[in-house]
């Protein structure tokens, strides 16, 4: 006696919507429904090729209104979405300068130290400064 059809219905395209959406894997999502592997992507192909963007637009979507709105988590969620969708991001910067916010002197008394090739490799990075001024 063969099988009757599987017949999809509202509820269980929503139900797979879900759990993909949500990262199960197909294998997962057919043992849940009781069908096969084959079977759900017969059947649910277009769930499953739409279930993340839609559970990211969910996301987004709340994560907008968090962030817009008055409420606890507002800070917290304008700062992550600045950071992801408009291109924020922090930056310690940290500059050396010698006294009173000058230019760093380097004396004869700094250099004695160094060997040989550090004093090239000192030389070239001045010489390169020099050609971008």
Known sequence: MSRKPHEPNEKDRNQVTLMAGIGLTQDQIAKIIGVSDETLRKYYSSELDTATSIMNA???????RIATSKG??????AIFWMKTRGGWRE???KEITGANGGPLAITDANLRGLSDAELATMQALLIKAEEKK
């Open 91 to 93: 930056v310690d910067r």
């Open 72 to 77: 606890a988590g507002a800070v917290a969620s």
């Open 58 to 64: 969910q996301v987004a979507q709340n994560l907008f």
